[in-house]
């Protein structure tokens, strides 16, 4: 009955690498976010998605691409993967009927660049 | 853009004790506050949210928060502390649909 659920919960690879990271929700929610936590635990959101279309794409780079193939679920992948991406990526759903709703997070995927 | 600001890094509080955790917003208008935890190893939970009316807001394991517009303040109280409140607490401002986070209070509980 999980709700927000991501796939791996931890990635450990080489720098150069290219890797995705899943997610999928089961509350009906119709908008998506990916946020990432850095090593001092500051959160800050990376993109977001509603009804598979890009809203929000916070200055990030373009090495780091989603993909939303249908509402409930939004991929990261991430191409020539660098130290400074080490990091814990958090997966989140809302509804987007307004401000007020809050958002629900995944267990995170804990990513170590080698 | 609205933001947060958490000015303690690091609480420890005895079990038992009472807990406040300090969270103070920017912006004009009514904002939409929020405040998580995050369990170590753990992905964040809500634990109450405040976007109008009755400004008390109760919410799950026992906390509550105040919403004060006068002092931009949406602090964070338990009365109290479980060992198992022990973790990492976020206020947060929903910023057009994007949640801007403050930079968190560890909390420390000791026996």
């Known amino acids: 009955d999980t709700a927000v659920s991501q796939t791996p919960k931890y990635l450990v690879t080489q720098m150069g690498n290219d890797k995705s990271i899943k997610c999928e929700q089961n509350l009906g929610h119709d908008t998506m976010y990916w946020y990432k936590q850095d090593s001092k635990k500051f959160l800050k959101i990376m993109f977001s998605?509603?009804?598979?279309?890009?809203?929000i794409n916070e200055t990030v780079p373009n090495r780091f691409s989603p993909k939303s193939p249908d509402k409930a679920h939004l991929n990261l992948h991430i191409n020539s993967l660098e130290l400074g991406d080490s990091a814990v990526y958090f997966c989140?759903?809302?509804?987007?009927?307004?401000?007020?709703?809050?958002?629900?997070f995944g267990d995170g995927t804990r990513l170590s660049i080698l | 853009a609205q933001s947060v600001t958490q000015p303690d890094i690091h609480i420890t509080v005895s079990e038992g004790a009472s807990l406040e955790l300090r969270c103070n917003y920017s912006?004009?208008?009514?904002?939409?506050l929020f405040w998580y935890v995050q369990s170590p190893g753990q992905g964040l939970q809500l634990l109450l949210k405040y976007f109008s009316g009755d400004t008390l807001v109760q919410g799950i394991k026992g906390f509550e928060a105040e919403f004060k517009r006068s002092q931009s303040s949406f602090n964070l109280r338990k009365p109290s502390v479980h060992w198992s409140d022990a973790a990492e607490y976020f206020c947060a401002v929903n910023n057009d649909y994007k949640l801007s986070f403050g930079a968190g209070t560890t909390v420390t509980v000791r026996a």
């Open positions: 989140a759903s809302s509804h987007r009927t307004g401000s007020n709703q809050p958002q629900h």
């Open positions: 998605y509603n009804n598979k279309e890009l809203i």
């Open positions: 912006y004009g208008a009514t904002p939409y």
